[in-house]
């Protein structure tokens, strides 16, 4: 089994900031990726961003300049940094990893926290 855990969501204003936490733990032999993913009521799953191990990231369009991914490998966690949010941030965000265990690479999931961003 491998468990993600967020936490660090919440309510805030337009321009504030907020910082996403996510631990994996359980049963695997190494995390390839770690990132996150949001949903907005009636939305799809939108990707948000990603670090691979050896350090490169990736980030949504909606998101470059203004979200900040980043790992402790050491303590298997995900951090998101948020700043400058604005209302259509307001999501579901969820943290995921890509995982092997059992000579088998797959991607997990965490239930996700609610971001809202609001006057």
């Known amino acids: 089994q491998v468990q993600l855990v967020e936490s660090g969501g919440g309510l805030v204003q337009p321009g504030g900031s907020l910082r996403l936490s996510c631990v994996v733990s359980?049963?695997?032999?190494?995390?390839?990726?770690m990132g996150w993913y949001r949903q907005a009521p009636g939305n799809q799953r939108e990707f948000v961003a990603v670090q691979v191990s050896g350090g490169a990231t990736n980030y949504g369009d909606s998101v470059k300049d203004r979200f900040a991914v980043s790992r402790d490998y050491a303590k298997n966690t995900v951090y998101l940094q948020l700043d400058n949010l604005k209302p259509e941030d307001t999501a579901v965000y969820f943290c995921?990893?890509?995982?092997?265990?059992?000579?088998?690479?797959?991607?997990?999931w965490g239930q996700g926290i609610q971001v809202t961003v609001s006057a």
């Open positions: 359980g049963s695997f032999d190494r995390i390839a990726a």
């Open positions: 995921y990893c890509n995982a092997r265990r059992n000579r088998k690479l797959a991607d997990y």
